[in-house]
């Protein structure tokens, strides 16, 4: 499956996002999806998942609360809606696929997006 992440930009702290992960060569239907993100100079970290039934969700502590993970198996996307945003959401932000997998950790996904930069200014 490919993925391709598109929605990042420049935003005021207070203020959303919403990133959206095309896919094409698979149906998501199968597929567990989520979103890490990565800092300059960090490691790449979790954000948000979804399991591939779509019916359980899943996020980091940072994060709970404020972003909101869906996904439209019509358009073969997933979503990542971003409330209430400030400096320290400042990263590239990437979206995983593995088939009926899934977790917190990076090294369980397969496929990967080339991300998206989403700037947080205070």
């Known amino acids: 499956v490919q993925l391709v992440e598109s929605g990042g930009g420049l935003v005021q702290a207070g203020g959303s996002l919403r990133l959206s992960c095309a896919a094409s060569?698979?149906?998501?239907?199968?597929?567990?999806m989520g979103w890490f993100r990565q800092a300059p100079g960090k490691d790449r970290l979790f954000v948000a998942g979804?399991?591939?039934?779509?019916?359980?969700?899943y996020y980091a502590d940072s994060v709970k609360g404020r972003f909101t993970i869906s996904r439209d198996n019509a358009k073969n996307t997933v979503y990542l809606q971003m409330n209430s945003l400030n400096p320290e959401d400042t990263a590239v932000y990437y979206c995983?696929?593995?088939?009926?997998?899934?977790?917190?950790?990076?090294?369980?996904?397969?496929?990967w997006g080339q991300g998206t930069q989403v700037t947080v200014s205070s």
């Open positions: 995983a696929a593995q088939k009926y997998g899934g977790g917190s950790r990076s090294s369980t996904w397969g496929a």
């Open positions: 060569g698979r149906t998501l239907s199968t597929y567990a």
């Open positions: 979804m399991r591939w039934s779509g019916i359980s969700t």
